[in-house]
């Protein structure tokens, strides 16, 4: 049973920052890309970003390059984002999710595994 379980969300207040993690269980994740979208209410699940399984490429939706960063801990099976320069549109359910393989689609479709999602709200 594949697993991802993500934390970190919060209330922060515009211009601050975050730190989300997502901890993967079940199997082994070599040669998984992993990424992060999110949904805010009434809005179509919004791709993030998204990571290698070597971590050497990234890939970032438009709204949030230059201040969201993506990066992963294999040992730990875990992946990260870190979120500066937040701003109350970046308000939303943050989810993580697994595909196999080295691109990095920001499709939903091209991801086959998927967190409960942590919440993260920030206030103006």
């Known amino acids: 049973q594949v697993q991802l379980v993500e934390s970190g969300g919060g209330l922060v207040q515009a211009g601050g920052s975050l730190r989300l993690s997502c901890t993967a269980s079940g199997r082994t994740f070599k040669n998984y890309a992993m990424g992060w979208f999110r949904q805010a209410p009434g809005k179509e699940r919004e791709f993030v970003g998204a990571?290698?399984?070597?971590?050497?490429?990234?890939n970032y939706g438009d709204s949030v390059k230059g201040r969201f960063t993506i990066s992963r801990d294999n040992a730990k099976n875990s992946v990260y984002l870190q979120m500066n320069s937040l701003k109350p549109e970046d308000t939303g359910l943050y989810y993580c999710?697994?595909?196999?393989?080295?691109?990095?689609?920001?499709?939903?479709?091209?991801?086959?595994?998927w967190g409960q999602g942590t919440q993260v709200t920030v206030s103006s």
């Open positions: 990571i290698t399984w070597g971590g050497f490429s990234t």
């Open positions: 999710a697994a595909r196999y393989g080295s691109s990095l689609p920001g499709t939903r479709n091209a991801y086959d595994w």
